[in-house]
């Protein structure tokens, strides 16, 4: 593990760096799709087919990279993803139908995921070595990232097409890449003192089984029993129902704003920034939340803050009350999303961060598709309000699991 204060440091920053650039793009992506959808003539049924192979792309890739992580380790395979990413990101504007735009999303998709696992990996382990909750303030870094990603998309949606527009981010991306990845490739990768070596997210983890292990109580190594498994699907399945309403939020908001409330295309694009900033500052004030009241508390009072924030944000009839409910709606799912990515990741290492991480991801990817037929088949703004149900859910499975979940 990294020797000194000033060694976990830079393995901090340049992992802030990369969650921040994984914001950056996405939501410079997002902010375009109204306009992608209209390059394609692409219907919103069409439109949800479509961005589902982000959703194939990512889960699919999540699997594979957990164990990339365990052989290579989670740094090499940061910025390989990272790499593909900001290169796939150009690729959406050079469609001009939704299979060739569902094609292109399975590439981005792919790197999306990956990038998601390895990063989130390294995380884990740092967090664990320096015994403090700061998981949400690597998240807080993907919403500003997101945040500003789309506020300058806003600001250039009248003046480039989307093709500039995408082609800067790739430039941008690799850019950052260069310079965060050589940094993060300089630093020996996190392991928490109740790893043995090659255990977690340091390469050449149990090459020969692969194999997962924790620790007992007595510091002696057992093999992941059931009980385990269960708690990390547990918390893949909170991820899973709060990512849902990022995922929604980001494809969908800036249609609802636009479509249903007649924003302008600016105020529109406004939307997702407005439920990226209220999430960041969340999550930077997530450390803190977690130390005073424990993560079952921040779980259940976040839960039940984002179903009151998204039926405002979707049932609201006009454009400032339903930016007020974004806002609240990512006040509420700020630090869900990473308690569980980092409990499942504590109990089962890379393994544990991939199976979290699918099901996590795969509500926020799935969820668009979810939405665009249910807004087919009633309206956009009756199908947002599934974000509503779905946070419910996570706070009723929290409170059911309580009792059996790693305390804190």
């Known amino acids: 593990m990294p020797g000194t204060r000033d060694d976990l440091t830079r393995l901090r920053i340049a992992l802030t760096a990369f969650f921040a650039l994984d914001g950056f793009v996405f939501a410079g992506w997002v902010v375009r799709i109204p306009a992608i959808k209209e390059q394609t003539g692409a219907s919103a049924s069409a439109l949800g087919l479509a961005l589902l192979g982000v959703s194939a792309g990512a889960v699919v890739t999540m699997t594979l990279t957990g164990r990339l992580v365990r052989r290579y380790g989670s740094h090499p395979v940061t910025v390989a993803c990272a ?13 001009h139908s939704a299979l060739a735009l569902g094609v292109v999303l399975l590439v981005f998709g792919s790197a999306y995921g990956g990038i998601n696992v390895a990063f989130n990996s390294a995380a884990v382990d740092l967090v664990a070595v320096l015994g403090r909750p700061i998981m949400p303030s690597f998240h807080a870094a993907f919403s500003l990232g997101g945040m500003v990603g789309a506020g300058l998309g806003g ?26 990845g050589r940094a993060l ?12 070596p090659g255990e977690g997210g340091t390469p050449g983890e149990d090459r020969t089984r692969g194999e997962d292990r924790t620790r007992g109580g007595d ?11 269960r708690l990390v699907i547990t918390f893949g399945l909170i991820a899973l129902c709060t990512a849902y309403g990022e995922g929604a939020m980001a494809d969908w ?24 900033l209220a999430m960041t500052v969340g999550r930077l004030t997530g450390t803190t939340l977690l130390e005073r009241l424990g993560r079952t508390a921040t779980v259940v009072a976040g839960g ?19 930016l007020f409910g974004f806002a609240i709606t990512g006040l509420g799912l700020a630090n ?15 393994s544990g961060v991939a199976t979290a991480s699918t099901l996590g991801y795969g509500g926020m990817l799935l969820g668009p598709p979810a939405i665009g037929f249910m807004a087919d088949w009633l309206s956009l703004s009756a199908a947002l309000t599934s974000v509503a149900v779905l946070a419910a859910v996570a706070v009723l499975v929290a409170v059911a699991t309580r009792r059996a979940a790693v305390p804190g």
């Open 83 to 95: 790499v593909l990413l900001c290169l796939s990101i150009a690729l959406p504007p050079l469609t």
């Open 155 to 180: 600001l250039v949606a009248g003046a480039l097409s989307p093709t500039r527009h995408l082609l800067a981010l790739t430039a941008i991306g690799l850019l950052v890449t260069l310079f965060a």
């Open 219 to 229: 510091g002696t190594p057992h093999r992941r029993d059931r009980r385990t498994r």
């Open 304 to 322: 039940t803050t984002a179903v009151a924030g998204m039926l405002l944000g979707s049932l609201a009839p006009s454009v400032w009350a339903a």
């Open 253 to 276: 908001g800036a249609l609802h704003l636009r479509q249903d409330l007649d924003a302008s295309p600016g105020l529109a694009a406004a939307g997702y920034s407005c439920f990226a």
């Open 336 to 350: 869900i999303f990473p308690v569980a990515i980092e409990r499942a990741g504590a109990l089962g290492g890379p």
């Open 185 to 196: 490739l300089r630093c020996e990768p996190a392991a928490p003192p109740d790893r043995t």
